[in-house]
């Protein structure tokens, strides 16, 4: 088992409410960004003078601006049904995680300065003015909320704490209270390209190493094609896809995918990534420029379609957002969906009977999937209703022998985070994280000791780096998680001919 400076939670035998531990988790929060990282973006380099009346006019610009917002801060009747719906209170025990308290960490500040009651008669409305210590608590407090929206699903009103969390992180990184892990990340996307900041000579690299591995592994050529003008598939995917374990397994079976399919296809050194950090601190501004770099791509590129990788969050943006965000995209073919996800086309030609298997190249493998939280919760599939969770399962089952869901109420729409989204897969955030991942690990541990599951597949970047950095605390092995296009990658037949040299190409 990991070693860590704090407690790691007991696996519980029932998902008992924990009992409550007041500011266990209070701290000054994750590292806060500096000029550096916050000026690129359009923020101020640090806190300005008057932060209190600016964020407040921030709050009402955001207030006007979406309405479901004031509607979040209006209609909350305290009814707790939300309460012990986060994981992270249910890692933590601290009374703030709960969904509603850290609603009402905004809702205070809003009673106070938005409402009548809350200007006259502030302590019968429970209304508080923004002082120092409401924006400590809403640094830290907002940054322990993954906005995985789980809670929404059972609050009646289906009030979005993830939407609020954003909101306030809108709001401080307006008057230069950013935090630095995911603005220096978007600093890196705008400079270079990518999360990573892997410029392009290095990402062609990355690429024609992994040809070479496909041929040493199949004795087949199959091609990883960087900034290829006029391939019909642009494929965008999470930067981690370029290097870590099992990531890169997964981008293997993509090209396998198309190569198999005998489509032309390309990544592009200018939008070499899928993730959209810009969600995660509620930028508009920013979720748009990111955006915007891969409708340049495309049309740069002269593609006919997009496809995106495996990535939670950047699914959700593309499925959800990119149309109003970089559209319209009526310069792409219409016969395809646009976006369209990596299981989507895989399940596609799966289902035209157009891909080899040898299943019992899995078989060494008992696997559950994890639905990721922007997956299942923010986005859909294949234009079918529930998409999202039946077509990566049938990915799966079409690929591997063993295959066993983790128990109904922590999956498909109730499924439990993984503990990092959100913008907290960060070094500076790991007690957070490993308690935020209890729920998934438990019941990880159940089919595990029911059906003898080996391995967990996921389809999201966030989720697979998370998994393997939180699994050894609870006494599993970093190796548990697998890509679901890596097993893919294990099962296809290559039944096409290699591809050309790149000198024998010209
Ligand atoms: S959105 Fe997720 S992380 Fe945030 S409060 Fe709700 S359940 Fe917790
Ligand atoms: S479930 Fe909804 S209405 Fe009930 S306390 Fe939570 S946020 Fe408020």
């Not at 999360?195 to 004795?219: H, M, R, V, Y």
Request: net charge negative; with cysteine; charged share 25%.
């Amino acid at each position: 088992m990991a070693a860590a400076k704090f407690e790691v939670p007991k696996f519980r035998e029932y998902p008992i409410i924990p009992n409550l531990q007041p500011d266990i988790m209070d701290s000054d929060g994750p590292f806060v960004a500096k000029s550096e990282h916050q000026t690129p973006l359009g923020f101020p380099g640090e806190l300005v003078e008057n932060w209190q009346e600016k964020a407040i006019a921030k709050m009402g610009d955001l207030l006007n601006k979406y309405r479901g917002l004031r509607l979040y801060m209006d209609i909350c009747v305290k009814c707790g049904s939300c309460t012990d719906k986060c994981h992270y209170l249910q890692g933590t025990a601290d009374p703030k995680n709960m969904p509603v308290a850290r609603q009402d960490l905004m809702r205070q500040v809003y009673r106070r300065y938005f409402t009548v009651a809350g200007k006259f008669f502030p302590w019968l409305v429970g209304a508080k003015d923004l002082t120092e210590d409401v924006l400590h608590d809403w640094y830290n407090y907002y940054h322990q909320c993954s906005q995985c929206r789980r809670c929404s699903v059972f609050c009646p009103y289906g009030i979005d704490t993830a939407e609020i969390s954003m909101a306030a992180r809108e709001i401080m990184d307006s008057v230069g209270k950013g935090q630095k892990y995911c603005n220096e990340i978007i600093g890196k996307v705008f400079k270079v390209g990518n999360n990573l900041g892997l410029p392009g000579p290095a990402l062609a690299d990355t690429l024609e190493s992994l040809e070479e591995d496909i041929e040493t592994d199949t004795g087949v050529r199959v091609r990883l094609p960087l900034d290829v003008e006029g391939a019909d598939i642009l494929l965008v995917t999470p930067s981690a896809d370029f290097f870590a374990e099992p990531h890169i397994n997964g981008l293997i079976g993509y090209a396998k995918v198309f190569h198999e399919a005998g489509v032309s296809w390309t990544i592009s050194s200018y939008a070499s990534e899928g993730a959209n950090f810009g969600m995660f601190i509620g930028s508009y501004e920013n979720m748009r420029k990111i955006s915007l770099r891969i409708r340049e791509a495309a049309i740069r590129l002269k593609v006919k379609r997009i496809v995106i990788g495996e990535c939670g969050h950047a699914w959700r943006v593309a499925y959800s957002f990119l149309n109003t965000l970089a559209g319209p995209f009526d310069f792409l073919d219409p016969n395809y969906p646009v976006p369209q996800h990596i299981c989507e086309f895989t399940y596609d030609l799966i289902q035209q009977d157009k891909l080899t298997f040898d299943k019992s190249k899995n078989d060494h493998r008992v696997l559950t999937f994890h639905d990721s939280c922007n997956v299942a919760r923010g986005a859909g599939m294949g234009g079918i209703p529930g998409g999202q969770f039946m077509i990566p399962r049938e990915v799966i089952k079409a690929v591997c022998n063993h295959y066993y869901d983790m128990p109904p109420e922590t999956i498909h729409d109730q499924t439990f985070c993984c503990g990092g989204g959100g913008g907290l897969l960060t070094d500076d955030l790991m007690e957070i994280r490993v308690k935020g991942a209890l729920p998934r690990m438990e019941a990880l541990k159940l089919v595990e000791e029911d059906y003898g599951v080996t391995h967990l597949a996921a389809i999201c970047a966030i989720c697979k780096s998370q998994f393997t950095k939180v699994l050894p605390y609870y006494g599993f092995k970093m190796d548990k998680v697998v890509s679901v296009h890596q097993l893919v990658s294990d099962a296809i037949i290559l039944t096409r001919p290699g591809a050309p040299k790149l000198d024998e190409d010209e």
